[in-house]
Nanobody, 126 residues
């Protein structure tokens, strides 16, 4: 059974930075190296949205609202995916979730599998 554990959330002032981590485990081999990975978020009263995704080959894709501020990356050897968030805004406040999915090499779309972490809260407030 695939397990995803997010960490790194917290309270930060507008303009600040956070780095989220997602450690994958439970499979016989590496999860991150053979699957696309994504970060989603759910803000209060809103639907869950895809924030960033990364293909097996490392191609990345971002929601328009975070382009230029967020960076998704991964370390296959550690079976871990990261989300570096800079210049945070109050509208980035949400619970952030890690996900395993599929994506073509072009990264043109991301399809989530039903594997989710427990989420980590990010609050941007002064």
């Amino acid at each position: 059974q695939v397990q995803l554990v997010e960490s790194g959330g917290g309270l930060v002032q507008p303009g600040g930075s956070l780095r989220l981590s997602c450690a994958a485990s439970g499979a016989s081999g590496s999860i991150v190296s053979i699957n696309a990975m994504g970060w989603y978020r759910r803000a209060p009263g809103k639907q869950r949205e895809l924030v960033a995704s990364i293909t097996v080959g490392g191609r990345t894709n971002y929601a328009d609202s975070v382009k230029g501020r967020f960076t998704i990356s991964k370390e296959n050897a550690k079976d871990t995916v990261y989300l570096q968030m800079n210049n945070l805004k109050p509208e980035d406040t949400a619970v952030y979730y890690c996900n395993v999915g599929s994506s073509p090499a072009s990264g043109s779309y991301y399809y989530p599998y039903d594997y989710w972490g427990q989420g980590t809260q990010v609050t941007v407030s002064s």
